[in-house]
């Protein structure tokens, strides 16, 4: 089979590389995309607001479920500070320190020594989890003046450990996020991945992004969660190898700003 033809998916005989019927059988080789165009506009359109609106659902860590039997001792540690926000007499400085200590030292274990275990464990509502639990760290550990004695020596350990934490974290988030949307995208041919050092560059590939009206009715649908996992630019082409692609630039945090 030359470089100028493909095989036939009916007939196994070699065609056209650009043909759309078969010469030889006259079988349909287009895609169920390419056959319906604009029905699958229609359904990228209403995926994307799934996507949306399923985030948005879920961006409570009190509502999260457990999904990897991976971080059971972190889903410990995060009930117990969900009963305790029922009470909240219950909770006193040094029970705050204490739970945060307990669970930068599960980070710890997981990030530093087993990340390939835990990275296959990563959808996305434990995805919600993890990024609430940063902004639990943030706002228990960012200001460490509010507490006093010995427990401010405490939480600048802990802030220190937090903030080696999150440069680890966020390019792994940024990934997993990444294969939900693409798996959610993948019956209507469009490709998402990331690249560049960091993981902070998210692509779309895919005739959908002919149409810069697409490429800013998907900005405007995931402009929040891009934001909060820390992407610095979006990019789109509506074929593999386009030369050039359309790109927005975020201002996101850096992934070391202990801050949300």
């Known amino acids: 089979m030359s470089e100028a033809t493909k095989k036939c998916k009916y007939c196994q005989t070699d065609i056209p590389v650009k043909a759309k019927i078969c010469p030889n059988c006259k079988k349909d080789l287009r895609s169920r995309a390419e056959k319906h165009p604009f029905l699958t506009l229609i359904l990228i359109i209403l995926l994307l607001r799934i996507v949306f609106n399923s985030w948005s659902d879920n961006n409570n860590y009190n509502n999260t479920q457990n999904s990897t039997n991976n971080i059971t001792k972190q889903n410990n540690i995060k009930n ?3 009963n305790l926000k029922q009470n909240n007499k219950l909770i006193t400085p040094e029970l705050k320190l204490s739970l945060m200590e307990g669970i930068i030292k599960e980070w710890q274990k997981w990030w530093y020594k087993f990340p390939n275990k835990l990275d296959k464990s990563l959808y996305i509502d434990t995805t919600i989890y993890h990024l609430n639990t940063m902004k639990s760290m943030v706002n228990n550990l960012k200001d460490c003046n509010i507490y006093t004695g010995s427990l401010v020596k405490k939480c600048n350990k802990l802030q220190l450990q937090a903030k080696r934490l999150f440069p680890i974290v966020f390019p792994y988030l940024r990934i997993k996020y990444s294969e939900w949307l693409s798996n959610k995208l993948w019956d209507y041919n469009v490709n998402v991945y990331t690249n560049g050092k960091y993981k902070d560059n998210l ?16 900005m405007k649908q995931l ?8 992407f610095s630019k979006i990019s789109f082409k509506w074929y593999k190898l386009d030369d050039e ?7 996101s945090k850096l992934d070391k700003e202990f801050n949300f």
């Open 245 to 251: 692609p359309f790109s927005f630039k975020l201002k």
């Open 203 to 218: 692509w779309f590939v895919g005739w959908y992004y002919a149409s810069n009206k697409n490429k800013k009715e998907t």
């Open 80 to 82: 117990t500070w969900d």
């Open 223 to 230: 402009r929040n969660q891009l934001l909060l996992l820390r």
